[in-house]
């Protein structure tokens, strides 16, 4: 008989809300190519009125799937308010999957489900932020809580407890190779690469900077940056090793400290790292494929 299935949620997972409107960074509002699953795709060439007519004129279709024709990186759906019209019209029932689901995922790791809200969303990182001391995580059941320590333990590592603390580099050689890492990632776009550059060229004289930077940011905010991509990670592990998931956690935290020395505003350097690493797995994967090298 097979185990089932245990899901974890963040503690913060039940109180997250889109922002809609409210949202600076809308994931309605980037120079994405959004796929429309099957169902939804059917359910949008049937739907009357004007709004169906509208939607079919902006569906594109390749030789895998239907997706959405952005007008210059903005979905063509999003009022003026920065509301969706799908939503208003006909409900969240009529989204897509990924409009549906994101920012939410959710890995596997030995008997669990990991699930969470991704950091490229503003809205996680300030719950991720809001909450003091290390993450605890929650299942369907109210009463039954995890740390990380316990849910390691669960998947069958021991590790030191310090380990799954944060601790600033002040290694300028360390900044180097990572930044020489972080050049081999595909770039989300000329911003990220312009930056990047930048930070290559000025790390030496920046490098003292981070330990300033990092004495003024709350110790939790750290620790739970570190915690929560390595709980993400966690699928990774059994391909990677659990040392190179680790070591990918810390040195983006180191990553993401640089770059508050260069440009400042700690969470949107959480969330600017999250949307350039995170969400292109391919990135993640070649971050992890370095690290795993003997």
Known sequence: MSTP?????PSFYSRF??????????????????????????LYQSMDGPLGEEIRKAMRKNEETYYWDMKDGKCPFLNTQGLCRIVL??????????????PRFFVYAGNFE??????????????LLEEEGPLVFVTEYP?????LTSLLRALGYTIDEKCLFFTPSTDTVHYEKLLSHYEKTEPINATW????????????KKADKVIL?????????????????????????????????MAYARESVDFILLATAFYGNFPEQVRLWSEQIE????????????????
Not at 17 to 42: L, M, N, P
Request: proline residues 2%.
């Open 17 to 42: 809300a889109c922002k809609a409107g409210d949202c600076v960074h809308s994931c309605c509002v980037q120079d994405w190519e959004i796929d429309i699953d099957d169902d939804t795709a059917a």
């Open 143 to 147: 009463d039954e809580k995890a740390t």
């Open 279 to 294: 969400y292109d797995t391919e990135n993640v994967d070649l971050l992890l494929t370095l690290l795993a090298e003997p």
């Open 114 to 127: 990991l699930a969470g809200t991704g950091l490229c969303c503003e809205k996680t990182v300030e719950l």
């Open 89 to 102: 019209e006909k409900g969240e029932n009529a989204l897509c999957d990924i409009c549906a689901m994101h």
């Open 213 to 245: 930077s990092s004495l003024k940011i709350p110790d939790s905010w750290l620790h739970r940056v570190y915690q929560y991509i390595l709980y993400r990670g966690l699928e990774k592990a059994e391909t990677y090793g659990l040392p190179a998931v």
């Open 193 to 204: 690469t312009t930056s990047l550059l930048h930070m290559k060229k000025q790390v030496q």
């Open 5 to 9: 299935l245990i899901t974890l949620y």
